[in-house]
Nanobody, 120 residues
Framework: QVQLVESGGGSVQAGGSLRLSCAASGTFLSINAMAWYRQAPGKQREWVARIASSDSIGYSDSVKGRFTISRDNAKNTAYLQMNTLKPEDTAVYYC??????????????WGQGTQVTVSS
């Protein structure tokens, strides 16, 4: 199985910064991509950013230019640097990791979520 541990959430004022981390552990063969999603109260979960094993990166329009996703392959860890935060960034942020187990079975794992609150 794959276990994901997220950290780095918290409360900041608008314009501030936070850095989220997502560490993956377990008996997996590979990590194909690591991504961040978020879910605000009363809203559906939305995709925020993604980084693939090929290092291709994508961002949602709402965070492009303010958030930066990166990964440390040696530590199986993804990061989300969030700058110029806005109140509308307030949400629970979830890490998502996809890849293959030994035996080539596909997995799709989610973290427990970390709260980010941005006050105006």
């Amino acid at each position: 199985q794959v276990q994901l541990v997220e950290s780095g959430g918290g409360s900041v004022q608008a314009g501030g910064s936070l850095r989220l981390s997502c560490a993956a552990s377990g008996t997996f063969l590979s990590i194909n991509a690591m991504a961040w999603y978020r879910q605000a109260p009363g809203k559906q979960r939305e995709w925020v950013a993604r980084i693939a094993s090929s290092d291709s990166i994508g961002y949602s329009d709402s965070v492009k230019g303010r958030f930066t996703i990166s990964r440390d392959n040696a530590k199986n860890t993804a990061y989300l640097q969030m700058n110029t935060l806005k109140p509308e960034d307030t949400a629970v942020y979830y890490c998502n990791v996809v890849g293959y187990y030994r035996g080539h079975n596909y997995y799709n794992a989610w973290g427990q979520g970390t709260q980010v609150t941005v006050s105006s």
